[in-house]
């Protein structure tokens, strides 16, 4: 089975292909054509994940694309255990999301061109991660990109959504060319694009430590924008002025993870840089508590989520910088679950009451029992309260840092303290207590079911998903996905219980400040003011960006075309212009006496000589016979005599 | 009576003809002109096989060709002449002049 | 010089003079229907010349073609375009000096040309009725020219008659 794996992307570019050119005109059609690509998609996927289950090894499968002199590219497909569960995460998450949005998109005019973005984007995400070369997976990476833009601004009339896609897509833009730029280096040093090559070339010190720590770095560029971390973490939430599933497919539980996807991928090439491993768990680590801090008083539900989704990521970067591959991955995994499940269970609320505000919300769990169970269930696995997925993974997580360095440890802990109070602060705020508009709340509803069985479905995930984890399963997912090392640390029960407690504080502290409403939020809000304003404003990184690159950009813009457009190239292009006036001046002149004058010279030699011959040609036929005899005489005359 | 005698009355024949072609107005009249020519180059003809070749008479059988074509020549010449005598109220060619620049 | 030979030179020569004198007056009458008279008075006299040169199949079908038809015809096509055989309508155009010049100068050099020319004049003389022979002729060695010839009559025909027609 395993060398027609490449079959599996080509189910949605399929459906993709077919709802542009067939059925955009058929909405119902293109949705069912998009769900059923993806279905057999999932299908595929589960037998590449069964056999690989069975024979957990590295197989690749590529043939000769372009050859040129000194340089190969092969295209092909990478299947290892690592692969074959990001098919089932993206193949699930995707197809979960795409029954989803049949009943999230029911109104949209343009409702077969979103499930036709949709099927690009399940196509690119799962090229991405078959590739088998640095070649391959930059063309997939900027194809999720391009969707990724296509679907935020998917309701391009608000000014607000284009801005977020452009937003967006400049600021990966940005990554990807450290991306490029490291790819560059790291393939012509070892000169190959293949992975498997490259590694093997790598490994055997074909590259100096400090070229490998350069590439290493500008390659986790890529990473950094694709998966938002800090620096490049500014767009995250803005894209959340996309589509609500588009959030929880991209923007939660596949695209983004991109990033984490292509460190782990490149395990072999960081677990032989001390340093760039240290800056990749060091941005991971600031990145997690950073977003956290800022989650803690954000009052839009999808942006809380936001950013939450990118102290998650970096989390796993965290773990993949200290060389935890498998709990980087497996984190990974749970953390699709259960953000999909936690976004799509904010698209049912934003649904029923035509807001994103939580403070408008309020006591919705008398309305929508079941988004409300599962969004709850959600957050405590978010929480990573025992024996949801999220715990296991977390734990994992904890336990790697700790062993290999407690700061690490520590910085998690506070991340999961925060987690577990920006997540219940929510659920407090918007399914328990009064209704606080009641004109919304008395208009709310529970979503259809096309919307809450996909909930439910990623609720059981969120729940079981990460027990494939649990430490003392001897054949479990560490013994499936993991990188050289013998990756078994020995479970540390205090670790857990610390860990756990450390979130039900969390839990309970939001409880009292916006259950019991003991503590005033208020008034912490007035004692700690300063620090308020600067989370809630995110630390003003967009202001810091706009001050220090945007502006500038736009003042030399300015300069560049005030002084050196209307000064320097518009004198150049009018003195061009002068002299070619000029210069066609002094044409006409020549064209008009000499030219001109040689042509009607001809002319009026013609004519007169016309004139004149013509003469000769009488119409008299007897003129004509008169010369006929002539020349008859004239040449008896000249060959007789 | 010689062969030259009768190539020199050809030749007068002929050249009479050649006058009445080059200066008669009226079509009807270079026909005729044109036929005195033909009658030149008959005999012609005649006497060379008179003269030439007795036994085989090529003379006098290219003349009956040449009376032959004559004949037709006539005919259709005639036609052409009673159609522009229809188009233009006249025959006279130095009126017919059409095909001049 | 026999009897015989007097006499035909005497009718050659009278013969001669009936054809040039009316020849002229063909190419030089003002009337051009009294041109058409003169014009079969000069094709019976060169019916004679081809008695003269043993050629009565020849002499019997000039009269018959050139007498009979197509001075006929002629003499019809006068008579179709009626006024114009009025005296008064002059039939000569401005050529008639440099047109006597020309035929002047070509009389003299053809002549000048017959002069100077060797002919291979054959000793034998045409015997008895050559009838026979042209008819034999006309039928094996020369029969291809024949029947175009009666296709060129044919051609001539329909195309005077269609020219000829009125819409």
Known sequence: MLPYSWIIPCFPLLSFALIIFFTIKKPKLSSQISIGAVALSFIFSLIVLVSVLGNPVTSEFKFNWLDLPGFKVDAGMLIDPLTSVMLMVVTIVSMLVQIYSVGYMADDPRFARYFSFLSLFTFSMLGLVLSNSFFEIF??????????????????????????????FITTRTGDLAFLVGIFLLTTTVGTVNFQEAFHQVESGAISSGLLTLSAILIFGGAVGKSAQFPLHVWLPDAMEGPTPVSALIH???????????????????????????VVAIIGAFTAFLAASIALVQNDIKRVLAYSTISQLGYMIMALGLGGYTAGTFHLMTHASFKALLFLGAGSVIHAMHTNDIWEMGGLYVKMRTTAITFILGSLSLAGIFPLSGFWSKDEILLLAWNKNPIFAIVGMAVAFMTAFYMFRLCFIAFYGKARDQHKFD????????????????????IFAGWVGIP????????????????????????????????????????????????????????????????YNKYYFDELYNAIIIRPIFKLA??????????????????????????????????????????????????????????????????????????IVLIILLKVF | MTLYHFLSLSALLFCIGIFGVLTRRNAIGILMAIELLFNAVNINFVAFARFINPQGLTGQIFTIFVITVAAAEAAVGLALIILIYRQHKGVEVDKINIMKW | MNLENGIQTAIFYILSALIVGSAFMVVSLKNIFHSALFLVLCFFSIAGIYILLSAEFVAAVQVLIYVGAITVLLIFAIMLTA??????????????????IIVGTLLIVTLSVLRRTSWRISTQGIEGQTIVSIGKFLLTTYILPFEVVSLVLIAALIGAIIIARKE
């Open chain 1, 139 to 168: 063309i997939f990476w900027e194809l999720v990109g391009l969707t990724s833009y296509l679907l935020i601004g998917f309701w391009f009339e608000k000014k607000t959504a284009s801005d977020a896609g452009k937003k967006a």
């Open chain 1, 252 to 278: 939660a539980a596949t695209m983004v993870a991109a990033g984490v996807y292509l460190v782990a991928r490149l395990m072999s090439i960081y677990a032989l840089s001390v340093p760039a491993s240290l």
């Open chain 1, 443 to 462: 208009h709310a509803h529970e979503s259809p079911k096309v919307m809450t069985v996909p909930l439910v479905i990623l609720a059981f995930l969120s």
């Open chain 1, 472 to 535: 003392w399963l001897s054949k479990g997912y560490s013994s499936f996905v993991y990188h050289h090392e013998v990756h078994h640390l020995e479970p540390n029960f205090i670790l857990m219980i610390v860990a756990t407690l450390v979130a039900l504080s969390g839990i309970y502290l939001a409880y009292v400040i916006y259950y019991k409403k003991t503590i005033s939020a208020e008034g912490l809000k007035n004692k700690f003011a300063p620090i308020h304003k600067l989370l």
């Open chain 1, 558 to 631: 300015d300069f560049l075309f005030k002084k050196f457009d209307q000064g320097v190239i518009d004198w150049l292009v009018n003195a061009a212009g002068n002299f070619t006036v000029f210069l066609s001046w002094f044409w006409e002149l020549f064209d008009t006496y000499i030219v001109d004058g040689a042509v009607n010279g001809v002319g009026y030699v013609v004519r007169g000589t016309g004139a004149v011959i013509r003469r000769v040609q009488t119409g008299q036929l007897q003129n004509y016979a008169f010369i006929i005899f002539f020349g």
């Open chain 3, 83 to 100: 006024q114009l055989y009025s005296p008064s309508i002059r039939q000569s155009n401005e050529q008639v000096i440099p047109g006597l």
